[in-house]
């Protein structure tokens, strides 16, 4: 009987479908504050989010900022978002359906200026096709080329005036990875 248990725990486990996993949860707070002349403050925290299922999968990474600045003029407070979200649904070891939801809102990245009067919000839903191009010993580590179409809604209000309000149709190819080293 002993034979058999090792016998079985020897054989090797299929890719696909993959096995499914707890999810895995992250939490991070941060914050500062300094003061001399003028007193500037940031408090905000960060989710990591992961979980693998037999046939797909979720992940989340966002952080979330309030910027408080005394010396601004207009606004003191200032939101900094930024979201990433990715599903997908795993055909089978190579190919996926994804869905991938992005939001920025105030990051100096994406934003078109930085001024206390300023806010910049870009936020993109797409679906489409994903292809595995490596995977790691985990599904979590993987390395995928995804082409998806979706909405893109982007608004600017600059220097008290609205530059920009719209939603335009968007082809993406996104290239997006866990837990894939690069090298030195």
Do not use: C, M
Not at 1 to 23: C, D, H, K, W
Request: proline letters at 4%; zero cysteines.
């Amino acid at each position: 009987q002993s034979q058999t248990i090792i016998a079985a725990s020897e054989l090797p486990v299929p890719e696909f479908p993959f096995t499914e996993t707890p999810a895995t949860f992250k939490l991070g707070f941060s914050g500062w504050v300094k003061s001399f002349r003028k007193t500037e403050a940031l408090v905000g925290f960060d989710v990591d989010y992961y979980k693998q299922w037999s046939e797909n999968d979720i992940f989340v990474d966002a952080s979330y900022f309030l910027d408080y600045d005394s010396s601004n003029s207009v606004n003191n407070y200032r939101p900094k978002i930024l979201n990433f979200t990715f599903y997908r649904h795993h055909f089978n070891e190579e190919w996926s359906f994804v869905t991938n939801f992005f939001n920025s809102t105030n990051q100096f990245l994406f934003s078109s200026r930085d001024k206390d009067e300023d806010l910049t919000i870009i936020s993109e839903l797409y679906a489409g096709a994903g292809l595995n191009l490596w995977r790691g010993d985990t599904p979590s580590n993987f390395l995928d080329l995804q082409l998806a179409v979706g909405p893109r809604y982007q608004y600017d209000y600059i220097e008290f005036e609205q530059k920009r309000n719209q939603v335009e149709p968007t082809l993406a190819i996104i290239l997006w990875g866990r837990g894939f080293s690069i090298g030195k």
